[in-house]
């Protein structure tokens, strides 16, 4: 999107930026009346509705080409297209086991992660073709999803097997849920160091440690394919064997090593590829176990809202994670960022610690 900003509509790079901001903000509203909408009128009827409107959306924003309707097209087409997270979510939770519920999910994280590998390249070969191709691509991958869920999950299945919970006299709410308000501010912290990880990994090892483009994409790639390979193994391995936070904080832990050793080992082949494997054994270790906490603590009636929350808290390091790596830069470089960034990590997970010690003391 900043791409085409800049080179097809010919806006200035704050102007790009903005724009980006307009889609950000977009997503954490997306997330919260998602996440309400979801226990109003159930993660179906939600996840069609926002995935049909969402790829029109998509479509109508690529006539889009001033700086207004931009802003306000990106902002609207990415409240409908995360509204799907709460809902999607919640529907993962509705068809899992007890037992299963981890494994679950880091099934739906390799979905994603493939998805988001293919959509990477074929988006590089559409925008090399017309730039307009990537938002009807965009639009109809959206539309066909819902089709698929429709066809393939018909909505008489979904009412046999789900029922509309009654709604207890004294409905309890994930945002009067202050244990759980600490885990998303714990996690907000983790995502913001995951995204600036992912963020600045390319233009870090191009700039400070002179690697080879062609390496460098092999570095990318490298987080994907162990996500593939280890993912759902591990967690099969996992599962059930400890409190499900123990695995949260240890993987805070290992991530808080991994930028911590970007500024004292030697810049080789050998080190940056240690490095991507710590972060990516981080993210492993944690996101499915972050999933499983929320599922965990919420119920029937109010299971949209802490997917929501934990949505919105992902769509806030979105934003935040740019800005402030960019900041930190700018004034200290890349050693500063990492520095930070390494604290910031040691934070969540000396949070995440305490808050299983309080769990485990009052269960």
């Known amino acids: 999107m900043s791409v085409y900003c800049v080179k097809q509509l010919h806006f200035t790079a704050t102007q790009a930026g903005l ?16 996440g309400k909408l979801t226990d109003k009128i159930g993660f179906y009827d939600l996840q069609v509705g926002a995935m049909i409107t969402g790829g029109l959306l998509f479509i109508a924003l690529s006539y889009q080409h001033t700086f207004f309707t931009m802003c306000t097209g990106s902002f609207v087409l990415s ?52 730039y307009h191709l990537l938002f009807w691509v965009d639009g109809g991958t959206n539309i066909l999803a819902a089709i698929c869920l429709m066809i393939l999950m018909p909505k008489a299945g979904i009412i046999k097997s789900y029922k509309k919970p009654e709604i207890p006299a004294v409905r309890t709410s994930a945002y009067r849920d202050k244990t759980y308000l600490l885990f998303i501010l714990l996690g907000l912290f983790f ?35 162990l996500i593939a390979i280890v993912e759902m193994v591990m967690i099969h391995n996992l599962e059930g064997r400890k ?20 500024n004292i080992i030697p810049p080789t082949a050998v080190a940056a590829i240690m490095i991507v494997v710590l972060i990516t ?18 119920k029937d ?28 830069i700018d004034h200290g470089g890349f050693s500063l960022l990492w520095w930070v960034f390494a604290g910031l990590s040691l934070i969540s997970a000396t949070g995440y610690f305490f808050l299983y010690r309080y769990t485990i003391r009052i269960s």
């Open 301 to 328: 009636h109010n299971r949209g809202q802490y997917a929501g929350l934990y949505s919105m808290s992902w769509s806030a390091a979105q934003i935040i994670a740019p800005f402030m790596g960019g900041r930190l």
């Open 191 to 225: 995502f913001i160091c995951f995204y600036e990880f992912m963020i600045m990994e390319p233009a870090f090892y191009r700039i400070d440690w002179h690697f080879s483009y062609p390496f460098i994409g092999f570095l990318m790639a490298l987080n994907g394919i």
């Open 243 to 262: 409190p499900g936070l123990v695995y949260v904080y240890t993987g805070v832990f290992i991530g808080s090593a991994g930028f911590i050793l970007l």
């Open 19 to 34: 724009v980006m901001v307009c889609f950000g903000l977009g997503s954490i509203c997306g997330g919260f009346f998602g």
């Open 79 to 130: 409240l409908f297209n995360e509204s799907v997270r709460p809902a999607n979510s919640s529907a993962i939770a509705h068809y899992s086991s007890p037992e299963n519920k981890t494994r679950s999910i880091s099934l739906n994280r390799l979905a994603i992660n493939i998805g988001w590998a293919l959509g990477g390249g074929l988006g590089g070969l559409l925008a090399a073709i017309n």
């Open 281 to 298: 054994f981080s993210e492993m270790l944690c996101m499915p176990f972050m999933n499983s906490f929320w599922i965990h603590r919420s």
